[in-house]
């Protein structure tokens, strides 16, 4: 492979080569730029994917702590929530330790 690359430069003038490699450059650089491009587009839809989970996550916290404060079961609250029933007793513990 390399002594057919040496043929090609010592048949090919200084000029052709140096636009040879000015193209090569060009390529590489685009390519790059379409990599950093996607790398970023990727970065932030799962961004926004993850800031959206916790956005839920966040509304069922506060709705489960809603529900609690109304005296609600914590059967009910999980049923209505979805969420664990360790975290629902986590929040009935925080909700007491605050009206303390």
């Known amino acids: 492979m390399s002594e057919h690359i040496q043929d090609v430069l010592k048949n090919t003038s200084g000029m052709e080569v140096d636009n040879m490699t000015s193209n090569l450059g060009k390529n590489i650089e685009k390519h790059f730029k379409a990599a950093r491009e996607d790398g970023i587009n990727k970065g932030i839809k799962q961004g926004i994917k993850q800031g959206i989970k916790q956005g839920i996550k966040q509304e069922k ?12 079961d914590i059967d009910l609250v999980k049923q209505a929530t979805k969420l ?6 986590d929040l009935k513990e925080e909700i007491d330790k605050d009206k303390n």
Do not use: C, V
């Not at 916290?61 to 609690?68: D, Q, R």
């Open 61 to 72: 916290i506060e709705t489960a702590k809603n529900l609690l404060n109304l005296g609600m």
């Open 84 to 89: 664990s029933e360790k975290e629902i007793y």
